[in-house]
């Protein structure tokens, strides 16, 4: 099963160096070890673009937005087992921010993927 990671704070800055260290080496693992897809973080929301439906009309809007209470921050894309697995794996993740960012508040949403019209395309099984 693939799960989507997001990864939400009130926008407390950047990791520190000891932070992104520790993110790199847990990712190191997770792809080695075949569960880890995709991760990255996210460039900061004022640099961000929406497109959006108004009134049965596209809109698109330059950041910078309005302030938000939270500002997802980056994902992770895993391929595991089962919810019980993910909910282990994301607080692994969650540990680092404690050990390495302990002043850091935030939320790491995990979510199931429903299916992935890409690898219909591709002729791969949807998960």
Do not use: N, Y
């Amino acid at each position: 099963m693939r799960f989507m990671f997001i990864i939400k704070s009130g926008g407390a800055g950047t990791p520190t160096p000891a932070l992104m260290e520790a993110m790199h080496a847990m990712a190191l693992r997770e792809v080695s070890a075949g569960r880890m897809i995709a991760d990255a973080g996210l460039m900061p929301r004022d640099a961000a673009v929406e497109v959006a439906i108004r009134k049965r009309k596209l809109v698109v809007t330059d950041g910078p937005f309005a302030e938000t209470k939270e500002v997802i921050g980056g994902f992770a894309l895993f391929e595991l087992p089962d919810m019980a697995a993910a909910v282990a794996s994301a607080r692994d993740f969650m540990d680092l921010h404690v050990a390495h960012m302990p002043d850091w508040e935030g939320v790491c949403e995990v979510r199931q993927v429903a299916g992935s019209q890409v690898e219909l395309i591709r002729g791969g099984a949807a998960r």
